[in-house]
């Protein structure tokens, strides 16, 4: 053939410039570009053989990757059907599409699509090459080996050439700004990425063994690939250790998966692939991007979002689906209908599997349920038909590790725990050993607790107060145990108002300030019994705190501090000493105090009464100020109470040894506190 030159076929002046600056940001795909041709093109060869149009010997496929830093090359090397100079014509030289202008404005943010959408795989050569050549021969009889070079313009040659067998060498001359691509190590690691489950045994040097006090290379090619990776085999063969060495292989550095489901379905799209359950404690957001998504064993992502459920992006695992295309972008993979089948058809599976898991080894999925809750936990939350497909295996376990199903539990509780108004009242702590006293108070009621200590259990329980009926959580700490299931209305103190406040007072004035908490004191008569102090925390405003590190917008919660209140059990004979004591050292100093305060707010009152029946312009400037002055009054001999009562409470012993028994019983007393309390407690026994 006479040498041919020509220009290839665009309509701009110069499409390389273009592919270099909106490809760029994903340079290094080019290897996986250039080995997956090299892939398809011995594909097409074994596909020719066996329909017994190509009679030659295939022999060894094996596709070779070389550097040659000193020529400054990488070259993939393949002996499939290879190419006439007709062929390179077609395939090589026509781009074809038109509207370049268009081209840019669509994609020029979108490197991936550029590739998928024109079919310039080929060309992604050119984001690290200021040279390319094709060195090719047809398999066909007596077909003449032809050279294409082109130095990246739309300028290209095509010359015979001496190459013996059949297949392509395709030679890229790095450029100078993309030197890293002839370096081992890197290209190591990019075919490690993208290659190593391609379909054709992909080869990069020879491997090398320890002789003589040093590495030393073999006559054996070090093939980087496993071309029948286990997805592509048949479930039938497969032992639970083959899963598992498969698994080490996917993650080194990872515990033994809980179990795994081996995907395969023909119908109404193609899937295979893998999907493993791995143990997670907690820290949702490091175990993300694990799925490797595959299209005919080439590795395309493991951003995953999209084309799995958003909970499903937790499992480990790969899948493989030849009808999602290489080079897709973002947006393409959400919109897309075999996308969207693909994640039904995933969800479903898994669900499938759990269930069938929980139905025939119900003990052996109780003992997962603690890795397996996350999953599960996140499906319902994120996933409205996920909760419908789980709540009948998703789990409750109680503090002393029993398990249940929702509508077992319900069943267990629903005589013991049902309020007043019909409520069914679901208990729970979510730390046993801080809770323990709390836990064991309601169990001596008879009543059940679950224990709920997972990253997603707050807004779980959210969710299910609202898909249960008549039923609310309640944590066992956030209130005293006859409150947290009324069973009849609360039975009121015997105490007299001025007691009850003078009581208060005491407590209240003892109690050490804890950064970012807030004591509200009340009196309450629980029983002789009970503890005479008992600190519990609103229900209410804790799951709000908890709720805003899941949820933006609700920070202001995660800023406000805890507000506990202090219960003062007027039943306990404890209590009771103390108001003795109280009313008997107090009762001189504060008489005076009382009588004027009784009688500024009866003046008060007065004031207010007379002052209310005019309007607001026909009270004089005397009036306002008699009247402020009398609020001020009544304010200072109250201050005066809470100071009589204060220095009283400062020197007794035993409030502060009940404030502090009820800080300590819930992990708040520390630092000088706690030694205080201590150094009182060894006095009090002398």
Known sequence: MQKQKGNIGVTTENIFPVIKK???SDNEIFLREMISNAVDATQKLKTLKEKGDFKGELGDLTVQVKLDKKKGTLTISDRGIGMTAEEIDKYINQIAFSGVNDFLDKYK????????????GFYSAFMVSKKVEIVTRSYRDDAQAVKWSCDGSPEFEIVEAKKEDRGSDIILYIDDDCKEFLEKEKIEGLLNKYCKFMSVPVAFGKKSEWKDGKMVDTDEDNIINDSEPMWTKAPSTLKDEDYKE????????????????HLNVDFPFNLTGILYFPRI??????QRNKIQLYCNQVFVTDQVEGIVPEFLTLLHGVIDSPDIPLNVSRSYLQSDANVKKISTYITKKVADRLNSIFKSDRKDYESKWDDLKIFINYGMLSQEDFYDRAKDFSLMKDTEGKYFTFEEYRTLIKDTQTDKDGQLVYLYATNTEEQYAYIESAKSKGYSVLLLDGDLDVP???????KFEKSRFTRVDSDVIDRLIMMEDRKKTELSADETDNLSQAFKSQIPAIEKADFYVEVQPLGETSQPVIITQSEYMRRMKDVSRFQSGMAFYAQMPDSYSMVLNSDHP?????????NAQCAE??????????????RLAVLRQEQGKKKSEEVTQEEKDDLAATEKAVNDQKDKKKQIISDYAKGNDVIHQLIDLALLQNGMLKGAGLAAFLKRSVELIK
């Open 281 to 286: 404690k907690s820290n949702i957001e490091l």
């Open 574 to 582: 404890l209590i009771k000493k103390v108001l003795e004591d109280e």
């Open 460 to 466: 779980m329980v959210s969710m299910l107060e609202q």
């Open 246 to 261: 498969f698994y080490r292989k996917l993650y080194p550095m990872h515990d033994e998966p809980l179990f795994w489901i």
């Open 589 to 602: 100093a504060l008489k005076p105090v009382l009588s004027e305060i009784k009688g500024q707010e009866a």
């Open 109 to 120: 943010d979108n490197a991936n699509a550029i590739i998928g959408h024109f079919g310039l």
């Open 22 to 24: 909106f490809l760029y």
